[in-house]
Nanobody, 115 residues
Framework: QVQLVESGGGLVQPGGSLRLSCAASGRIFAIRAMRWYRQPPGKQRELVAGITNGDVINYAESVKGRFTISRDSAKNTVDLQMNSLKPEDTAVYYC?????????WGQGTQVTVSS
């Protein structure tokens, strides 16, 4: 069973940057989309950014201009560069990979933005 492993979370001050990375433990075929979601404390999980196999990218309004999603299809990795972080970006961030027949989720990585 292929697993997704996120890394790069942590504690950062407002205005700071973090880079999240997600790697698959094995090869995933026929990928349709790679995404990052987040779940703030006490709230529902929400889509942060996504990129399709055709490199169509979308972002949540709240992160546009601050976050950048990128992927390496050969390595089955997807990254999220987060700049100008705000306290409201505090959440557990989850990696997602969807194929024509399966979906995969990471275990989540905590991002805390606080002074």
């Amino acid at each position: 069973q292929v697993q997704l492993v996120e890394s790069g979370g942590g504690l950062v001050q407002p205005g700071g940057s973090l880079r999240l990375s997600c790697a698959a433990s094995g090869r995933i075929f026929a990928i349709r989309a790679m995404r990052w979601y987040r779940q703030p404390p006490g709230k529902q999980r929400e889509l942060v950014a996504g990129i399709t196999n055709g490199d169509v990218i979308n972002y949540a309004e709240s992160v546009k201009g601050r976050f950048t999603i990128s992927r390496d299809s050969a390595k089955n990795t997807v990254d999220l560069q987060m700049n100008s972080l705000k306290p409201e970006d505090t959440a557990v961030y989850y990696c997602y990979i969807g194929t024509i027949s399966n979906i995969y989720w990471g275990q989540g990585t905590q991002v805390t933005v606080s002074s």
